[in-house]
């Protein structure tokens, strides 16, 4: 696994892709950037490369896989049709953080698609994503890069964690840290009204009002509308658990219990518990606005799995806007689990 950083120099940004360009036409797997998580690329057409995502991932056959496009070419390439409601998302918010669930052509392979007669498709806007899509010549099947269920990865040290040595994946291509740091919003367009499917980067109300488009929102979050929809997901290797009143939380426990715990919460949560708490206890912050949450929240939850604690407390979000994104993810990286 060789790492193109593309970081620090940005000259000859096409000359240096072109070595994980053939890896990706010989068959094998390139970690990409996007502007929400990292992902783990191999050309859609190719079902032993595609393949190949679900080994190195550990991840069933029955969760499908996003395609990812350069140009609207391509996504005539890969879709039937394509209703004048998502043709006005696709106007607005493409290249983007929305994923748009459509009825497939028979020439993409029910592997990625996990045997549904629907593909979920995206263009990222992130540049290098697209340039090296674009040099691909092929459109580009792409979960996020991380150990099924895990925390996706949002910096260079999560692709080494899960991946060194996997042989199949040949290079990282770094841009560093991703804008956004969550994943995208995906929207099933085969029903009418469509219906959201994931929260994600994109604000839903966004969506809306810029479209005016009808969309259907799920009551509850675990409510299973599609397959890949998991009850733990994006979960830590420690116990996690959600609370939403964190001084509360801590005035309830023993001290011995808190020695064991990493909270992870805003700054100014953690300024007011300056008081309460004794030095040493693990305190991570992600930030204060939703925005710094999100792009923020990731890092946090792969940082306190490796502190030397049993269990991790996050603090909630409120639930409106990308909050109802943060919360969506903390509720299945906690399996629901409230302190
Ligand atoms: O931001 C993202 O979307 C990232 C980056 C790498 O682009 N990708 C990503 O992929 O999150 P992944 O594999 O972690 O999540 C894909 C999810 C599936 O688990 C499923 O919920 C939904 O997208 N999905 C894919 N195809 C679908 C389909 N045909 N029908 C319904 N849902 C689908
Ligand atoms: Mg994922």
Redesign the pocket.
């Known amino acids: 696994m060789k790492i193109i950083d593309l970081t620090k120099n940005n000259s000859r940004t096409q000359d240096r892709l072109l070595p994980a360009v053939d890896a990706i036409k010989n068959g094998n797997l390139v970690v990409i950037p ?1 502007e ?4 783990l690329a191999a050309d859609c057409f190719n079902i032993s490369a595609v393949n190949k995502i679900f080994l190195v991932k550990n991840r069933p056959y029955s ?4 395609v ?1 496009i350069s140009n609207l070419r391509q996504l005539h390439q890969v879709v039937k049709y394509i209703p004048e409601n998502a043709k006005k998302i696709i106007k607005v918010f493409w290249p983007g ?1 929305v ?1 748009l ?1 459509l009825y497939k052509k028979s020439s993409v392979p029910d592997i990625v ?1 996990a045997g ?1 007669k ?3 498709i ?1 263009m ?1 806007e992130n540049e290098v994503t697209r340039k090296f899509i674009e040099l691909c010549g092929t459109p580009l099947a ?3 890069a991380n150990i099924f269920s895990r925390v996706s990865a949002t910096d260079i040290s999560h692709i080494i964690k899960d991946f060194d040595g996997v042989k199949e994946i040949k290079y990282v291509i770094y841009t560093g840290r991703p804008k956004y740091g969550i ?2 919003t ?1 929207i ?1 367009c085969t029903s009418y009204p469509f219906r959201v ?2 929260y ?1 980067a994109v604000d839903i109300e966004e969506i809306k009002k810029k479209c005016k488009v009808e969309i259907i929102e799920q009551k509850r979050i675990f409510q299973k509308k ?4 998991f009850k733990k997901h994006y979960a830590p290797i420690k116990p996690t658990y959600v609370s939403f009143n964190i001084t509360k939380y801590i005035k309830t426990v023993t001290k011995e219990e808190l020695n064991n715990v990493t909270i992870v919460c805003s700054k100014k949560t953690k300024d007011k518990l300056r008081e309460i708490l004794k030095d040493g206890s693990s305190v991570i912050t992600y930030g204060n606005t939703l925005k710094e949450i999100a792009k923020n929240l990731y890092l946090c939850l792969r940082l306190a799995e490796e502190m030397d604690t049993k269990k991790i407390v996050v603090e909630a979000t409120k639930m409106s806007g990308l909050g109802k994104t943060i919360m969506d993810r903390l509720l299945k990286a906690s399996e629901g689990k409230i302190v």
Request: with cysteine.
């Open positions: 996007t929400t998580v990292y992902g969760d499908p896989l996003i990812h953080a994923s669930v698609t549904l629907t593909v979920c995206r990222p792409v979960p996020s994943e995208s995906v099933d499917l994931r994600g599609s397959p890949g929809m």
